[in-house]
C-alpha cells in the first residue's frame, strides 16, 4: 500500500494517520488507541527528545461526518512511529518516508491547473527500492 503524501502550501510535508495505519498492518479495531498512543508517547526528534506537539508536529483532520478522529503527522513523526511500531513492513515504510523526506524542494514538480505536486528525484540512491513517488495534494492549512 502507498502513502500519500500531502503538502502544504508552504512545504511541509504530511502523512494521514490513518493511511499510516493500515500501510504498516496494524490491527484496524486498535486504531484509536494506537493514535492516541503516538500523540502522547515521547519521541527523539531532531530538536530534543519531547511529546509530538500539535501544529507542529501533527494537526488535527476534520470531516463533517466523521466517527473517528484523523491527523495529519509531520514526515519527521511518521518515521519515529513507524520505527517503534511492532509491523513486519516497517524498515520499508522508514526507508520510504526517510527518501520522500530528503528529496529537495527544487525537485518537486507541480501541475498548477490541477494544484496536485508530484515529487520527481533522479538520484535512485534516494528512492531506496521505492518504486514510484506517490502524487501530493496541495493544502492550505499551514
Excluded at 503538502?7 to 504530511?14: A, R
Excluded at 530528503?102 to 528525484?121: A, E, F, G, L
Excluded at 538520484?123 to 501530493?136: E, F, I, Q
Amino acid at each position: 500500500m502507498e502513502i500519500q503524501v500531502l503538502v502544504s502550501k508552504k512545504g511541509t510535508k504530511v502523512v494521514t494517520a490513518n493511511q499510516l495505519h493500515r500501510a504498516l498492518r496494524l490491527v484496524d479495531y486498535k486504531y484509536n488507541s494506537d493514535t492516541q498512543k503516538w500523540l502522547n508517547d515521547l519521541y527523539s526528534f531532531n530538536d530534543g527528545v519531547r511529546q509530538p506537539i500539535e501544529l507542529q508536529d501533527f494537526s488535527k483532520r476534520t470531516f463533517q461526518y466523521a466517527k473517528m478522529q484523523d491527523y495529519y503527522l509531520s514526515i519527521e513523526l511518521a518515521i519515529l512511529i513507524t520505527l517503534r511500531s511492532n509491523s513486519p513492513v516497517k524498515q520499508f515504510y522508514a526507508k520510504y518516508l526517510t527518501a520522500i523526506s530528503n528529496i529537495p524542494q527544487d525537485k518537486v514538480k507541480t501541475n498548477n491547473r490541477t494544484n496536485n505536486t508530484q515529487k520527481v528525484s533522479t538520484n535512485p540512491v534516494l528512492l531506496n527500492k521505492a518504486a514510484s513517488l506517490p502524487k501530493g495534494i496541495q493544502l492550505g492549512l499551514w
